[in-house]
């Protein structure tokens, strides 16, 4: 058997520029690249510099040309609304070339942001798509974010226009989407000109003077269609934020012609899709998997892309998934392992999975968190297709390392997200800057410059880009990941080194609750630790030391109870639902360093039940040592 993973890996690094101009000959490009890489400044690297395209061009308009007019390009499947709607790559083309104009007559111009809050209806594709025609740079915020989050990131975008809906519909009740984002945009100290609002009939948004009714700009005839403005192969396509340890999320900028070549290769090349298979992502449209593998990759490849409006499980069972599968016949499909943890709880054996044809099938890929060896068997064992897990991160837009099966299938070996994608020069660092042996685990680098698709920047914060990415190691980019390469060069990522949490595939910071905990006037101060959850991976503990004096210090244990919920109300309302905390411990007192640095990974090993890393600069070891039977009773 040729090695097609180790050629195409060797040459990605050996000559770059060849690699990825030869990628690039599968994008449509206005100026077509002459060059690779800019190096010229490092450690700030761009790709296609000379490169002029339109993404938008590429996921629908030239499909059309090809003869795709009448191929399925997005089928939204909404168990929660009981419905299945199939759009045309046409009849996409044409509702996304009239947003664009609704964007563009609502005042949107080239390289102005665009706010995307809304839930996974076929509206924020187009509304994505739409953008990209026209040039403007979308930042799409997961609707589980509170108003406070959103008002975060509407002060960091600037946006012209923000898009929502009047509500999202979730597992148990409809959420209200317009309040929230009124709520933010009040809060906020940049006001947008116009909120572009989808009425949904589950639930009726207010109207007001900003506001714009989607159905009404979108009828046709109301509006010129916009066509593909030309953009810079380096300009900006959106801004994906994302959680550092940090209050203030991260603007992940994201350029276009690296972006789409990267797309284009990864999901010919690694996840072996073709044009016209049907593909499908249980994501978010608010995650970067969403961004990549729900919206552009599969467009972009001419693959018909599934669209998701419900959950693993009890929308309406555990057998959703794969009646998706069977019905739309999905030959790729992509979730996280939390959703097949919750599939396998509620059917074990497998017996609605049995109830289905999945013969379509042919490789499940997992990503966003860990894929633990118990839900990889399991899995395995159920459908009898390879069972593929991939690492990556939003920065980085694509996989780090996967199981390349597109090129070739290499031997899966459980608890590895398999080995280095073509252009990712991973390297597992020591303390000191000293690559560690193989076996010997340290913190997972990438050697600069990273591949096309990657991050060039922070929006608006290149300081922050190095200090936060490129400062640990000199050129290196630090991913923030723990693990370790073994001898034959697999990848195992074992968790965040930093104190980032991941609750479901969902990334928050320790930060941002921290900080809504600390808004509660009993509060002196707080720490949170993303603790091990047999579901989600992992869920947030806080652990809290209430302010001196009479008021807080002769509480009753029903008003400590009270006190508790109130916290925990808190942070919902401020982060979001999606953030909710598993316990409050109210104590006396938190484990530091010498310099103040509160001991969060000492206490989350204490609370899994793990052995914990004492570090020697701990300020006062009685205190942690009383902590001890709080964190693991
Ligand atoms: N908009 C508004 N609220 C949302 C939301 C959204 N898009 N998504 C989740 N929420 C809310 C839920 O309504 C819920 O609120 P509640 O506590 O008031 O009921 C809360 O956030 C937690 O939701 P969820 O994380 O979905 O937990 P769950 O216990 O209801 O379901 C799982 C557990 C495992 C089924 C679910 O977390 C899941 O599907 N995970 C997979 C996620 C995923 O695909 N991640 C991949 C990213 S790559
Ligand atoms: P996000 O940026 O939200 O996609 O989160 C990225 C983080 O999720 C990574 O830095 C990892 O900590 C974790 N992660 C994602 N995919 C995997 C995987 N396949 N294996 C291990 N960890 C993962």
Redesign the pocket.
């Known amino acids: 058997m040729t090695n097609a993973y180790r050629a195409a890996y060797d040459l990605s690094r050996s000559d770059p520029e060849r690699f990825w101009l030869d990628a690039a000959k599968a994008i449509n490009w206005i100026n077509p690249p002459k060059r690779a890489l800019d190096d010229s400044r490092p450690p700030f690297y761009r790709w296609f510099p000379d490169a002029r395209l339109n993404v938008c061009f590429n996921a629908l308009d030239r499909h059309v040309i090809a003869g795709r007019a009448d191929q399925p390009a997005l089928i939204y499947d909404s168990p929660v609304t009981d419905t299945v709607t199939t759009f045309t790559y046409a009849e996409l083309l044409e509702l996304v070339g009239r947003a664009a104009g609704v964007l563009r007559d609502l005042g949107v111009r080239q390289g102005d942001r665009v706010v995307v809050y809304l839930?996974m209806i076929p509206e924020a594709v187009i509304t994505m798509l739409a953008c990209a025609r026209i040039g403007a740079v979308h930042s799409v915020v997961?609707?589980?974010f509170a108003p406070a989050e959103l008002a975060a990131r509407i002060d960091d975008a600037r946006p012209t226009v923000v898009v929502t809906a009047s509500g999202?519909v979730?597992?148990?009740r409809v959420?209200p989407y317009k309040p929230m984002v009124d709520e933010a945009i009040e809060r906020a100290r940049h006001k947008p000109d116009r909120v572009l609002v989808v009425q949904r009939p589950q639930v009726e948004a207010e109207m007001g003077e900003r506001d714009v009714d989607w159905a009404t700009a979108m009828r046709p005839g109301a509006v010129e269609p916009a066509g593909c403005v030309p953009v810079a192969a380096t300009d900006p396509l959106y801004v994906l934020y994302t959680s550092g340890t940090t209050g203030k999320p991260k603007g992940i900028v994201r350029d276009s012609g690296g972006y789409a070549v990267a797309l284009q290769y990864s999901m010919t090349h690694l996840y072996g899709m073709q044009p016209g298979d049907v593909w499908f992502t249980?994501?978010?449209v608010?995650?970067v998997?969403g961004h990549s593998y729900i919206v552009y990759a599969p467009l972009i490849v001419g693959c018909t892309t599934v669209l998701f409006e419900g959950?693993?499980?009890g929308t309406p069972d555990a057998s959703t998934f794969w009646r998706i599968v069977q019905q739309h016949r999905v030959r790729g499909m992509f979730?996280?392992p939390?959703?097949l943890r919750?599939i396998k709880k509620e059917d074990p054996s497998g017996e609605l999975l049995k109830a289905h044809d999945t013969s379509s099938l042919q490789t499940l890929f997992m990503?966003?968190e860990r894929l633990d060896p118990d839900t990889w068997q399991w899995a395995t064992d159920m459908l009898g297709v390879p069972v593929v897990d991939n690492w990556w991160q939003t920065e980085t837009g694509w996989p780090i390392a996967i199981n390349p099966v597109g090129l070739q299938r290499l031997p899966i070996k459980p608890g590895s997200a398999t080995v280095p994608s073509p252009g990712y020069d991973v390297r597992v660092l020591d303390e000191r800057g000293e690559q560690c042996p193989p076996g010997t685990e340290g913190a997972v680098c990438i050697k600069l410059p990273l591949p096309p698709g990657t991050l060039p920047t922070l929006w608006g914060d290149d300081e922050r880009y190095v200090s936060s990415y490129l400062s640990a190691y000199d050129g290196y980019y630090l991913t923030g990941d723990g693990g370790y390469i073994d001898d034959d060069g697999y990848v195992f990522v074992l968790g965040r080194t930093d104190d980032v949490l991941n609750v479901?595939?969902?990334r928050l910071s320790t930060g941002g609750i921290e900080a809504a905990l600390s808004s509660h006037p009993a509060v002196a101060e707080c720490a949170v630790i993303g603790v091990r959850d047999q579901?989600?991976g992992q869920v947030p503990r806080a652990l809290v030391v209430l302010k001196a004096g009479e008021q807080w210090s002769t509480l009753t244990d029903d008003q400590l109870d009270t006190l508790r919920s109130e916290l925990g109300a808190v942070v919902r309302e401020q982060v979001?639902?999606?953030a909710?905390l598993q316990q409050v411990d109210i104590v006396p007192a938190l484990p530091k360093t010498r310099s103040g640095k509160i001991l969060r990974k000492t206490m989350r090993q204490l609370a899994d039940g793990d052995e914990a890393l004492v570090p020697s600069t701990i300020e006062d070891a009685s205190v942690l040592n009383d902590l001890r039977p709080v964190l693991h009773p």
Do not use: M, Q, Y
């Open positions: 839930p997961f609707g589980g999202g979730e597992r148990t959420i249980a994501s978010d608010g995650w998997v959950k693993p499980v979730t996280a939390t959703a919750a990503a966003g479901a595939g969902h579901l989600k979001g639902a999606i909710t």
